[in-house]
């Protein structure tokens, strides 16, 4: 099993930034990649951005390239969304999760973070 915790959201003014950050433990060899997801009210859960563990390769959709990065601290277990010149509409629940391979699911998922940005 693999346990995830989030942290760092919070209430941020239009243009300003958040890091976000995903503690990862438990069986954590198990895990070939982490992505983050957020999920606005009345709307779907959507990807934003994956690393594999060793953290050679990452992924973004295109609406956040430019704006959000992600990276990881080997170290700590820890992936990081750092988010910057945030907008009104990326307010949401953000989400990290963790899957074993590049083919399966995303099946080990943390409970969330709010993130409210104002305008």
């Known amino acids: 099993q693999v346990q995830l915790v989030e942290s760092g959201g919070g209430l941020v003014q239009a243009g300003g930034s958040l890091r976000l950050s995903c503690a990862a433990s438990g069986r954590t060899v198990s895990i070939y990649e982490m992505g983050w997801f957020r999920q606005a009210p009345g709307k779907e859960r959507e990807f934003l951005a994956a690393?594999?563990?060793?953290?050679?390769?990452?992924g973004f959709v295109d609406y956040v390239l430019g704006r959000f990065t992600i990276s990881r601290d080997n170290a700590k277990n820890t992936v990081y969304l750092q988010m910057n010149n945030l907008k009104s509409e990326d307010t949401a629940v953000y989400f990290c999760a963790a899957r074993a391979g590049r083919n399966l699911p995303y099946n080990y998922w943390g409970q969330g973070t709010q993130v409210t940005v104002s305008s």
């Open positions: 690393i594999t563990w060793s953290g050679s390769n990452t």
